[in-house]
């Protein structure tokens, strides 16, 4: 899979037939396994090819939670031939899993009203599946609980980040859903840490940051969760290569437009 040479990390892996060359791939950097369960609420997303584009969470049996960018625009308002692979944590790219009773096909795709690409940034970055039918719920499948508006991330607050993208800028998505705890840095040092290599995109009020040293999202993430003490507070937008260098950066989902968006939609 060809992999373009830009320095905006989107979390996401597609046929690089399927959309503009703006979008490439992302994976968690120094990670480790998760262990089966234990992220009960991570689902996979696949496009009309049978493969992985990016994470996503159940936020109800019904509806899928993600990033507005792992949403194909030519699909929006339909299914698009897209589906969800639940209760699992083992990726097989291209392939179907070995019980076909955990994919579940989407009805409807939204992604936010006023998303877009700011000089390749994704800005308003949030995307919902409805599906066809309610996942059933079991130990190794579970909503997880959406943080309330204006119920803000704090600075300095730790949460698990999870995925399947690349464990390092270039290399091969992982196998196995990977995880990997990190604490929210204060704007101020993410803007310090971002802008000195691309001024003004990064926006304070839609989004935050976690400290990503050597560590962190990379191509395939996207969609994702920053998830503290149960709560989502974040969902995985982008961030600059190469990965692990610069902080990863969040969709804030207790901003009230984007709070008071989601329970329009979903009644979430």
Not at 47 to 61: E, Q
Not at 108 to 114: E, F, G, I, L, S
Request: glycine content about 8%; charged content about 20%.
């Amino acid at each position: 899979m060809q992999q373009f040479p830009l320095i905006v990390v989107l979390s996401i892996t597609i046929p690089t037939n399927l959309f503009a060359a703006k979008i490439t791939e992302l994976q968690i950097i120094n990670g480790e396994n998760a262990t089966d369960g234990e992220f009960p609420y991570m689902v996979e997303i696949r496009n009309f090819y049978k493969c992985f584009v990016c994470g996503g969470t159940i936020i109800a049996p019904n509806w899928i939670l993600t990033a507005g960018h792992c949403i194909d625009e030519d699909s929006l308002g339909q299914s698009g031939n897209y589906t969800i692979v639940y209760g699992t944590n083992q990726l097989h790219t291209c392939l179907s899993p070995d019980n076909d009773s955990y994919t579940v096909p989407v009805k409807t795709q939204y992604r936010h009203p006023n998303f877009e690409f700011i000089r390749e940034i994704p800005s308003n970055d949030l995307g919902l599946l409805e599906l066809e039918r309610n996942i059933s719920l079991y130990e190794l499948a579970q909503p997880v609980k959406l943080t309330e508006e204006n119920e803000d991330v704090l600075e300095n607050i730790s949460g698990n980040i999870t995925g399947w993208g690349l464990t390092d800028s270039g290399i091969l998505i992982a196998e196995s859903l990977q995880k990997i705890r990190l604490p929210v840095i204060s704007n101020s040092d993410c803007l310090a840490k971002i802008d000195v290599s691309f001024p003004r995109v990064y926006n304070e009020t839609q989004c935050f940051c976690t400290d990503e040293e050597n560590n962190g999202q990379c191509n395939g993430d996207s969609g994702g969760p920053f998830v503290s003490n149960g709560v989502q507070y974040g969902v995985i937008s982008w961030s600059l290569k190469p990965c692990g260098k610069y902080p990863g950066v969040f969709v804030r989902i207790a901003l009230p437009e984007y709070r008071q968006w989601i329970k329009n939609i979903t009644g979430i």
